[in-house]
Structure formats: structure tokens, C-alpha cells
Nanobody, 128 residues
Framework: QLRLVESGGGLAQPGGSLRLSCSAS????????IGWFRQAPGTKREMVSC??????????FYTYGAQDRFTISRDNANNAVSLRMTSLIPDDSAAYYC???????????????????RGQGTQVTISS
């Protein structure tokens, strides 16, 4: 069965850190562009970060406000992609989703619905 599963969400205090993980089963993640999206209640789902496939060029993408706080990286040995989030703020609270798309293009130009495989999400809540 081909699927993505997110983990690592939870409750953190402002200024704290979380590491989200996106694990795949049934396919090899390094061949795919991976996007991390988030959606807070009443808002549109937005891309927070993405990383192109291992065979493609390009630095990771980060949405405005995340570039100095979030780091996306691959863990090919475990067929996973992580999103390290630091200096968390309440506005980071949302459901976070990962998605995979087999493309050699740069990853940031794709919407959620264009990704082939999409996870069910993990909740992140930032509160004191």
C-alpha cells in the first residue's frame, strides 16, 4: 500500500521546537519532491516548505516567515523527510501535512491537489 504518514506533532510552548517526520511506505521518497503544508481552522492550506527530488537541482523552499526557523531535510536511510521547526510562535499552530510528487521540476510551484501522495496530517499547537 502506497502511503505517507506524518508524525511528531503535539503541543509546544512559544519559542520551542518540534520535528515533524513524513514517512513513506510502498515507494522511495528520494525520487519525489516533498512538500509540507499546513492549514489552520478557517484558512487555506498553504505550502510551508518543500524539497525537490534528489535528482533535481534547487534549494529547499520556505514560505515567508519560516525560512529562518524551519529546516526541511531528507533521511533516505529511513525513507523519510523531516521538518525541523524552531522558535515556534502561536501562528504556527495548524494541522501539518506532507505530500509527494514525482517530478524533476522545482517543488514550490505545485499546489496540494497536484501532489500524488498526501498524508493525513499531524496537529501542531503552540501555546503557553
Amino acid at each position: 500500500q502506497l502511503r505517507l504518514v506524518e508524525s511528531g506533532g503535539g503541543l509546544a510552548q512559544p519559542g520551542g521546537s518540534l520535528r515533524l517526520s513524513c514517512s513513506a511506505s510502498g515507494f522511495t521518497l528520494e525520487r519525489y519532491a516533498i512538500g509540507w503544508f499546513r492549514q489552520a481552522p478557517g484558512t487555506k492550506r498553504e505550502m510551508v516548505s518543500c524539497i525537490s527530488s534528489s535528482s533535481a537541482d534547487g534549494t529547499p523552499f520556505y514560505t515567508y516567515g519560516a525560512q529562518d526557523r524551519f529546516t526541511i531535510s531528507r533521511d533516505n536511510a529511513n525513507n523519510a523527510v523531516s521538518l525541523r521547526m524552531t522558535s515556534l510562535i502561536p501562528d504556527d499552530s495548524a494541522a501539518y501535512y506532507c505530500a509527494a510528487l514525482k517530478t524533476s521540476n522545482y517543488c514550490s510551484g505545485y499546489t496540494w491537489s497536484e501532489f500524488t501522495y498526501r498524508g493525513q496530517g499531524t496537529q501542531v499547537t503552540i501555546s503557553s
